[in-house]
């Protein structure tokens, strides 16, 4: 038997999806990418492996899972409502980067949703997804495949170097990087049974906000709503526990920089430098170990599907502090500062 994790990342060919199919069927665990990031998908039918799920990750059970679906129709069949605004984001954005909390039916089970009365559904728009999900024939529940906190993988080698030691993951479907980038928006719907009394988004994402209220009108953002009680709010189920604030987070530490001047450097320091896009003048003068520029041209899109690849990389240099340089924060900008704020939150 070849023991070498990397051995478990299959090309997607027609036998590697219906031996992927056949292991989530038997409960175990499959590497599946998606347009975002990769995800660790279990069936979501099945309470055990979904417990395999949270222990695979080191993730807490109080964080629950998204549930994926090959169509909108097998996303209703999860969910208790359907409301309007759902049926408009859904045909406009689905297949694709949007998650959306509804009151959830009681066959998926307590262990996906933590517990919540809410159920966060999504259709991801990456054919090896969808393939796989059609073959199964049951939803997935499938958070980022990284240990709990980390850098979402943007590669199936991600994947491996996350998980791969771990007997319950089977394979990793190899769907090349992903072309997103950062992960699917979350929002939160009100309707017939409760919900927030208006759109709010939980977690900023592949969906702008732009891209959402041209659609539904005015969306709240989580972090805003509840800025001054977040955790009371997370503790009554008001948003996403994910929004925790330290997550997506690289080893070495982080700093924001959002002055034009450059950020003081210590002495003796090995600093990287992480830029969204070209760098300003400053630069040149203070001496970096590495240098990542997300996109030259900053293309908010581009610099969001290299983020968590250069990422890691950085944190492979043993840098003594990582200096980021933020994006315009509007569209998919946002998403990509989000993720840095979150990764400098000591
Ligand atoms: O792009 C993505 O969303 C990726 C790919 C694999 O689909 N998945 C992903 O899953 O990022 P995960 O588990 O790493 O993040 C899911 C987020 C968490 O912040 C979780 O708290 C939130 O979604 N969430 C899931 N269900 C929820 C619910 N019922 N209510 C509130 N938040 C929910
Ligand atoms: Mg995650």
């Given at each position: 038997?070849?023991?070498?994790?990397?051995?478990?990342?299959?090309?997607?060919?027609?036998?590697?999806?219906?031996?992927?199919?056949?292991?989530?069927?038997?409960?175990r665990l499959?590497g599946m990418?998606?347009?975002?990031?990769?995800?660790?998908?279990?069936?979501?039918?099945?309470?055990?492996?979904?417990?395999?799920?949270?222990?695979?990750?080191?993730?807490?059970?109080?964080?629950?899972?998204?549930?994926?679906?090959?169509?909108?129709?097998?996303?209703?069949?999860?969910?208790?409502?359907?409301?309007?605004?759902?049926?408009?984001?859904?045909?406009?954005?689905?297949?694709?980067?949007?998650?959306?909390?509804?009151?959830?039916?009681?066959?998926?089970?307590?262990?996906?949703?933590?517990?919540?009365?809410?159920?966060?559904?999504?259709?991801?728009?990456?054919?090896?997804?969808?393939?796989?999900?059609?073959?199964?024939?049951?939803?997935?529940?499938?958070?980022?495949?990284?240990?709990?906190?980390?850098?979402?993988?943007?590669?199936?080698?991600?994947?491996?170097?996350?998980?791969?030691?771990?007997?319950?993951?089977?394979?990793?479907?190899?769907?090349?990087?992903?072309?997103?980038?950062?992960?699917?928006?979350?929002?939160?719907?009100?309707?017939?049974?409760?919900?927030?009394?208006?759109?709010?988004?939980?977690?900023?994402?592949?969906?702008?906000?732009?891209?959402?209220?041209?659609?539904?009108?005015?969306?709240?953002?989580?972090?805003?709503?509840?800025?001054?009680?977040?955790?009371?709010?997370?503790?009554?189920?008001?948003?996403?526990?994910?929004?925790?604030?330290?997550?997506?987070?690289?080893?070495?530490?982080?700093?924001?920089?959002?002055?034009?001047?450059?950020?003081?450097?210590?002495?003796?320091?090995?600093?990287?430098?992480?830029?969204?896009?070209?760098?300003?003048?400053?630069?040149?003068?203070?001496?970096?170990?590495?240098?990542?520029?997300?996109?030259?041209?900053?293309?908010?899109?581009?610099?969001?599907?290299?983020?968590?690849?250069?990422?890691?990389?950085?944190?492979?240099?043993?840098?003594?502090?990582?200096?980021?340089?933020?994006?315009?924060?509007?569209?998919?900008?946002?998403?990509?500062?989000?993720r840095l704020?979150?990764?400098?939150?000591?």
């Amino acid at each position: 038997m070849n023991c070498d994790p990397a051995s478990k990342i299959l090309p997607p060919h027609d036998a590697a999806l219906q031996r992927a199919a056949d292991a989530l069927r038997a409960g175990r665990l499959v590497g599946m990418p998606t347009e975002t990031v990769y995800g660790l998908a279990a069936d979501a039918l099945n309470p055990v492996a979904v417990a395999h799920v949270f222990e695979v990750k080191a993730r807490p059970r109080f964080d629950p899972l998204i549930v994926h679906c090959p169509d909108t129709g097998s996303a209703q069949e999860c969910v208790a409502d359907w409301p309007e605004q759902a049926q408009i984001l859904a045909q406009a954005l689905w297949p694709g980067p949007l998650t959306l909390v509804l009151p959830r039916r009681e066959h998926i089970a307590d262990i996906v949703t933590a517990g919540l009365p809410s159920v966060g559904v999504r259709v991801p728009s990456h054919p090896v997804t969808h393939q796989l999900l059609r073959l199964v024939d049951r939803p997935l529940a499938a958070p980022s495949a990284n240990r709990f906190g980390g850098v979402s993988p943007t590669r199936p080698d991600h994947v491996i170097t996350e998980l791969g030691d771990a007997e319950m993951l089977d394979c990793v479907l190899d769907g090349g990087d992903c072309r997103t980038g950062v992960e699917s928006t979350v929002l939160s719907l009100p309707h017939g049974r409760g919900g927030p009394e208006s759109p709010i988004v939980l977690r900023l994402g592949g969906v702008s906000v732009e891209a959402i209220e041209a659609l539904i009108g005015p969306v709240d953002l989580a972090q805003h709503r509840y800025a001054a009680n977040l955790r009371e709010a997370e503790q009554q189920g008001l948003c996403s526990p994910g929004t925790l604030s330290r997550h997506y987070a690289p080893c070495t530490p982080l700093t924001l920089w959002t002055e034009e001047s450059p950020p003081p450097m210590v002495e003796g320091e090995c600093c990287g430098l992480l830029s969204f896009t070209r760098l300003p003048a400053w630069a040149d003068e203070a001496c970096f170990a590495d240098i990542e520029v997300l996109s030259e041209r900053g293309d908010p899109a581009v610099a969001a599907a290299r983020l968590f690849a250069a990422m890691r990389e950085m944190d492979h240099l043993n840098l003594d502090r990582i200096i980021a340089l933020p994006a315009p924060d509007e569209g998919l900008g946002r998403a990509i500062n989000d993720r840095l704020s979150r990764a400098a939150t000591a």
